[in-house]
């Protein structure tokens, strides 16, 4: 079993901050990429930032340079620091993570329930 926990959201004025965590935990062998993605309401889910073992990253065009992904692989949690929030931020944000259980076992990926960011105007 395989436990996808996030913390961190809430309710912002535009040009706010906030801090999201998702703590991985569980029977894991590895976590090869974590990242966050988020749905507004009427909206397909889309990736906003994702970051690998290794520290490699990506990030959507919409919140580059202004949002910043890491990770601490000894506490397999990834952090999402979102800076100048916008009102077109607001949404569901979900981790990710691709994991392997077991030597033999393929990656599958674990979801979070989702943490709701809003961000006022």
């Known amino acids: 079993q395989v436990q996808v926990v996030e913390s961190g959201g809430g309710l912002v004025q535009a040009g706010g901050s906030l801090r999201l965590s998702c703590a991985v935990s569980g029977s894991i062998l590895s976590i090869r990429t974590m990242g966050w993605y988020r749905q507004a309401p009427g909206k397909q889910r889309e990736l906003v930032a994702e970051i690998t073992s290794g520290f490699s990253t990506n990030y959507s065009d919409s919140v580059k340079g202004r949002f910043t992904i890491s990770r601490d692989n000894a506490k397999n949690t990834v952090y999402l620091e979102m800076n100048s929030l916008k009102p077109e931020d607001t949404a569901v944000y979900t981790c990710?993570?691709?994991?392997?259980?077991?030597?033999?076992?393929?990656?599958?990926?674990?979801w979070g329930q989702g943490t709701q960011v809003t961000v006022s105007s």
């Open positions: 990710n993570a691709l994991v392997r259980t077991d030597w033999r076992a393929p990656l599958n990926a674990y």
